[in-house]
Antibody, heavy 122, light 110 residues
């Protein structure tokens, strides 16, 4: 069974940092892309960034709104993806999801985690 | 302001057919495949349609997708109360080097 489980969310002050984790199981982590997607209260889905697979040298891409502040990394030995968030702003408050992409079948985000809530507030 | 444009709301009565549109440009829908997601209240999004018109296993054939040029559509036939949810289109954008979503359409079953 494919599973993605996020953790690490919480309350942080503006300007602070937080590190989210996404633990995956049930599939070959190194063969798949995994992305971060967020949904702020009252807003729609917003793509945050992508970690590609080993075949694509684990390259990353980021949304313009987080580039330079957020960093995606992965540890294949732990089957885990991370999102390091620095210089947090109130507008970063959202539910953060990790989601898998099956590149071979052009299935973007075929499995999602349950999400972890980030609140940026003083 | 979302890169892909969807109507903010749609509605229908049980049994009806509704369609939700998604408009983009040559850098996204015009050259890439479109995916559709359903998000029920309080839950994570779910992949509904991939590669423009393919259904993952387990998704009822009441849901169908199509694409023409720089626009795409999601059709839901035989509307049911449990279809009440937010629906999003998404695609890769070559100009932005990222995934773009529509603003979402809230479907109400009257």
């Amino acid at each position: 069974e494919v599973r993605l489980v996020e953790s690490g969310g919480g309350l942080v002050q503006p300007g602070g940092s937080l590190r989210l984790s996404c633990a995956v199981s049930g599939f070959s982590f190194s063969d798949h892309y995994v992305d971060w997607v967020r949904r702020a209260p009252g807003k729609g889905l917003e793509w945050v960034g992508r970690s590609r697979n080993r075949a694509r040298s684990y390259s990353t891409d980021y949304a313009a709104s987080v580039k330079g502040r957020f960093t995606i990394s992965r540890d294949d030995s732990r089957n885990s993806l991370y999102l390091q968030m620095n210089s947090l702003k109130t507008e970063d408050s959202a539910m953060y999801y990790c989601a898998r992409t099956d590149v071979s079948k052009l299935k973007d985000f075929d499995y999602w985690g349950q999400g972890t809530l980030v609140t940026v507030s003083s | 302001q979302s890169v892909l444009t969807q109507p903010p709301s749609a509605s229908g009565t049980p049994g009806q057919r509704v369609t939700i549109s998604c408009s983009g440009s040559s850098s996204n829908i015009g050259s890439k495949t479109v995916n559709w997601y359903q998000q029920l209240p309080g839950t994570a999004p779910k992949l509904l349609i991939y590669s423009n018109n393919q259904r993952p296993s387990g998704v009822p054939d009441r849901f169908s997708g199509s694409k023409s040029g720089t626009s795409a559509s999601l059709a839901i036939s035989g509307l049911r109360s449990e279809d009440e949810a937010d629906y999003y289109c998404g695609a890769w954008d070559d100009s932005l080097s990222g995934v773009v979503f529509g603003g979402g359409t809230k479907l109400t079953v009257l």
